[in-house]
């Protein structure tokens, strides 16, 4: 299998340059351009059997190498095939996007917009929004909860119908076309079409001490994940491939997390999807693979 230093020459804090391989993208383009490519899954596809290509901490466009986890707008990332988004809120009124201290130059309600004007451009979509709180608390006058509430109510957006157990296991493709599914990971009142984050079957071994332990520590949690994913889990599944900290950034992760993932899923076939695969700077042939792997078994 793929091995950090196969990816990364010379000292281990080389910059992360800019470079477009089919796992690995950190270009502000890219070739890949699916913007329906739900359109040949069937209504009475089950999502939680499907293979869903997402990005984690999706808005982090700032901050440097050490923070950075995209290369790729929003509106870019659901062109080229992104259907479930990581957003990282602070409990602030205005809701802003931060990857761990570094505001994004985005709220919450920016977010929204860009999905919404996306999905009523391409009715045939849908589109996963995990929202979480991250950061400091600071400058506000309303609950998280209410806030996120807000936010979506003065959207515009269209939401799926949630069951009462908030579980994703019954939802279909037909349920979920031309809507946003609010995956939520915090407390309080639910938000439109919310379902519980806690729910489902989740991979996100994301402290990585080192670049060794891309290795030894997540790439076995990787596999371990595609694997379960293939037991048709009737739970919808999420694997995080990013990991990162002080002396392990995010490209380097994905440089070797993203090019593993891919080539295992190409070389596995699963009747029962992959689930959710969230990537660091995906490359055009990394989405590509998620996608086909849906119009394999449609």
């Keep these: 299998r793929p091995r950090a230093h196969d990816y990364f020459s010379g000292p281990l804090v080389a910059p992360m340059g800019n470079t477009q391989r089919g796992d690995y993208n950190t270009q502000d383009e890219i070739s890949a351009c699916n913007p329906s490519w739900m359109v040949e899954i069937h209504d009475s596809m089950a999502v939680c059997a499907m293979t869903i ?53 985005k709220n919450l309600a920016g977010v929204l917009r860009d999905v919404t004007s996306f999905l009523q451009e391409f009715p045939t979509e849908g589109v996963f929004m995990h929202i979480r709180k991250e950061h400091v608390e600071e400058g506000n006058t309303r609950s998280f909860d209410d806030l996120v509430c807000h936010a979506c109510e003065q959207s515009g957006a269209t939401f799926i119908d949630p069951p009462p157990d908030r579980d994703a296991a019954w939802l279909t493709m037909g349920q979920l076309r031309g809507k946003v599914c609010v995956l939520q990971n915090y407390g309080g009142k ?82 029962h999807g992959f689930g959710v695969v969230a990537a660091d700077f995906p490359g055009a042939e990394f989405i590509e693979t998620c996608i086909n792997d849906n119009l394999r078994q449609n």
């Design 53 to 105: 290509p997402g990005t984690h901490s999706s808005c982090s466009h700032h901050g440097g190498d050490r923070v950075r986890c995209q290369s790729l707008s929003l509106l870019a990332q659901l062109h080229a095939g992104i259907r479930f988004i990581d957003i990282c809120c602070s409990h602030s009124d205005s809701l802003p996007i931060h990857s761990g201290f570094v505001y994004q130059q």
């Design 190 to 271: 639910w938000a439109p079409g919310a379902l519980c984050w806690k729910a489902l079957h989740i991979q996100e071994e994301c402290d990585l001490t080192t670049v060794f332990q891309i290795d030894s520590k997540k790439i076995p949690a990787i596999k371990e994940q595609l694997q379960s994913a293939m037991t048709g889990r009737e739970r919808l599944t999420v694997n995080f491939l990013s990991g990162a900290s002080a002396l392990c950034f995010p490209y380097m992760c994905a440089g070797t997390t993203n090019k593993y993932a891919m080539e295992w899923m190409q070389a596995n076939q699963s009747q």
